[in-house]
């Protein structure tokens, strides 16, 4: 354990930037040095915006998306195509999809992968939402957008079994996707052909 170079209050403001994913101790102890340095510029606003996201984030009850509307924006916008239904293990995969501009359909977000070893089974995700919303009449395909790794295609099988007879076409990201890819850290122009080029599951 290093020794603390400052008070209680900033040590603690560096602990918690560290819990970020892709900063480690070093670039916490950096980045919190920055937020003091723009406490005008930055500190304030980014505090402002933590607190009014913090107040009215909500997850969507249809498809587990995070936004600040239930239903969420996907969810309610019009343009979208109905018949079509992607599911995703987490919303950053929704989010990759959607910035990759991969597919005009609608969402389902697992909540995560079916992972036996780490003791996560059927009723640890959103499976039973899922079929229902399969076969509700509006579905008629459901894109399997999960990650290219064991428990992303445990998932897939299992639920593909599950709606054999749901009367949906069910098919998968091609292999675009790289063995043990994850989505979120794929390029949009990958993310976007494996969508293209989806085959049936
Ligand atoms: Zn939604």
């Known amino acids: 354990m290093a020794t603390a170079v400052a008070g209680p209050e900033i040590e603690r403001l560096i602990q918690l930037l560290a819990r970020l994913p892709g900063l480690g101790p070093r670039s916490a102890r950096r980045a ?5 340095k723009k406490r005008e510029l930055l500190m304030a ?21 995070i936004d600040t509307k239930d239903p969420c924006t996907v969810c309610t916008d019009p343009r979208r195509d109905p018949s079509i239904l992607v ?26 992968t079916l992972s036996p070893l780490d003791g996560v089974g059927p009723q640890d995700l959103s499976i039973d939402a899922l079929v229902s ?19 992303g295609q445990t998932t897939a099988h299992y639920i593909t079994e599950l709606l054999q007879n749901a009367g949906v076409k ?20 990958t993310l976007s052909a494996a969508m293209k ?5």
């Open 45 to 65: 606003p980014l505090t402002g915006a933590l607190q009014t996201a913090m107040d009215k984030i909500v997850v969507c009850k249809t498809c587990g998306n």
């Open 133 to 151: 919303r399969a076969h509700g009449d509006e579905v008629k395909e459901l894109i399997l957008a999960l990650n290219a790794t064991v428990d």
């Open 197 to 201: 080029q989806r085959t049936l599951f």
């Open 87 to 112: 599911v995703v293990a987490d919303v950053a995969d929704l989010w990759a999809l959607e910035r990759a501009n991969a597919v005009n359909g609608r969402y389902h977000v697992l909540g995560g």
């Open 32 to 36: 919190a040095l920055f937020l003091i």
């Open 170 to 189: 069910v098919t998968r990201l091609a292999h675009g996707v790289p063995v043990g890819g994850e989505l979120d850290y794929l390029d949009e122009g």
